[in-house]
């Protein structure tokens, strides 16, 4: 029995003439020379409905089973907010609350653009907690003791690991990891 799994990524470029990645484009080919008893999924976490529309007609998804799930969970809260370019004007508020409560802090997720300011901000609220910032009070200084940490593309594999699991384990130090979509938004 074959499956044919697709998962899409942002497929599409503004003008429509060809597709964003190459094998986007081919999906329909590799169809065409499978049996069409081969079930086949497409899965996208993004995608509005004139998006999943143009997706459906893309692929030849003809009398398709589409199945959406809201992503609105009552222990997760989202806030999408323009603020200043001054990072101390809208995260000094974070660095006290952090220095206070240090581990019984709530847990923060902050995403942002690029590394740039994923670095930038890692390091304001360092230099603001100082030896606050390591967990427990006698803890060694270093970053798998550090109740922030940055999640990007250029962050090494074992800290990449150890912000996971803080973030999966319910008694994980790390209270507030500021990230880009490199950690899956």
Known sequence: MFFLFFFLFKGERKDEKEPFRKWRG???EIRSVLPKQVPFLALTATAS??????IIKSLSL???LEI???PNRRNIKLFVLKVASDISVNFTW???ELGKMRVECPRTLIYVRDYKTCGELYHFLLSNLLDKA???DDAEKKSSNRIVSMYH????PSIQEHVLQSLRDPNGKVRVTIATNALGM
Do not use: D, F, Q
């Open 153 to 156: 593309s250029g962050t090494s």
């Open 62 to 64: 003809n009398k398709c």
């Open 26 to 28: 081919l999906v329909g």
């Open 68 to 70: 959406t799930v809201s």
């Open 49 to 54: 409905p004139s998006t999943r529309e143009k």
């Open 134 to 136: 390591y967990y427990p």
């Open 94 to 96: 974070l660095a006290r």
